[in-house]
């Protein structure tokens, strides 16, 4: 990102996010409902979902520039609910990064602090500090017109931590940038987070982002908090299908639990069963659901279960192969790994797939 850094990094104050019984609708639109969370001091948190899912109003909530009709904001255990943005001692980076054009990038990182009427020699010292932390300070004199979209994401950063705010809220701060400008970023992203050990709360859609960057993540839908965990524990262990789909491509089957104790299966059509493992807990109208990688062709593993299908078409990916299998009237992809001289499966050959009980889920919706 940048060369070695002259100055100190700017202080910091960690402080932990307290999200209480937040409701919050926009007339008949119910956009949040009863959202609880926690986040921990110097924790990289995510709100994750689709747009429309209520997770900018929450950041913006917890900025300020949202209300709620009820429940409370607390930072750094001050319940901050009532106070007016530039009170909060929250720091924002928004989607436009929001740079004043005619100023350089000297005078939009230091116009935060010159509100704040802090002493010359203050606000300078700040400003190179800040400069040097996300490797502008040779581009100090230029206009936010004369810099790369990845150039200005730093400038907005460089800001907002220049007034040494408890908490750093970005939102889609990357979603700006093309493709390889985004993978670069996030990670300075992530790295300037760990040298401040600043609480940092990060709004995106885009799932890769969210796991590679985060330490943990509260999934939303429909403006409601659908599971918090972190990125490893949500893939493996989603708590309903909207997660599970969400989180990566998952096969869901559908069928009906028949039977008692032991003896539960999961009819899938007729002919189709999956015995249910005993110690298995599975919701009435539970779906079989399981990744593409958890599934075995042409190969059972003990324990596991075949089930017979049709390749429908392949997928090469260079390091995998992605079959779509037809298996009854239900369409799934398993994902197996290619090496050089392996020999495809064609479309159109009848093939099992096997999925082992440890790594199937019975989720409802």
Request: aromatic share 6%; glycine share 10%.
């Amino acid at each position: 990102m940048a060369a070695p850094i002259p100055h100190p990094a700017p202080r910091t104050r960690a402080a932990g996010v307290r999200v209480e019984g937040v409701n919050l609708s926009y007339g008949t639109n119910h956009v949040l409902k009863d959202v609880n969370l926690e986040i921990r001091p110097g924790e990289f948190f995510a709100f994750l979902g689709p747009s429309g899912c209520g997770k900018t109003t929450l950041l913006r909530l917890i900025a300020g520039f949202n209300q709620a009709d009820t429940g409370s904001v607390i930072v750094g255990g001050e319940d901050i609910s009532g106070l007016p943005p530039w009170k909060r001692d929250v720091g924002m980076v928004f989607q436009s990064y929001a740079l004043w054009p005619h100023m350089t990038v000297r005078r939009n990182v230091a116009f935060g602090l010159e509100e704040r009427k802090l002493p010359r020699q203050e606000i300078e010292a700040r400003v190179e500090r800040a400069l040097d932390l996300v490797g502008l300070r040779h581009l100090a004199e230029r206009r936010p017109s004369q810099l790369s979209g990845g150039q200005q994401q730093r400038v907005a950063v460089a800001r907002t931590v220049a007034v040494e705010p408890k908490v750093l809220l970005l939102d889609e701060p990357l979603s700006n940038l093309d493709a390889k400008m985004r993978v670069q970023v996030r990670r300075e992203l992530r790295d300037l987070q760990q040298r401040l050990g600043i609480t940092t709360i990060f709004v995106t859609h885009d799932q890769e982002e969210a796991n590679t960057i985060c330490d943990r993540i509260a999934v939303m839908s429909d403006g409601v908090v659908q599971q918090v965990g972190t990125p490893m524990e949500l893939y493996e262990r989603p708590a309903n299908l909207f997660v599970a789909n969400f989180l990566g491509t998952a096969n869901i089957l559908e069928g009906r639990i028949q039977g008692q104790g032991p003896d539960r299966i999961f009819n899938i059509e007729d002919g189709i069963v999956l015995p249910i493992p005993p110690d298995a807990v599975v919701p009435a109208d539970a779906k079989l659901v399981f990744r593409p990688q958890d599934a075995a062709l042409d190969r059972v593993e003990t324990g596991a279960v075949p089930l017979p299908g049709t390749i429908a078409h392949r997928e090469f990916l260079g390091s995998s192969v992605r079959y779509g299998i037809q298996i009854g009237g239900t369409e799934i992809v398993v994902d197996t790994p290619f090496q050089s001289g392996n020999v495809l499966h064609e479309p159109g050959r009848p093939i099992t797939v096997s999925v082992s009980p440890r790594s199937a889920l019975w989720l409802a919706s």
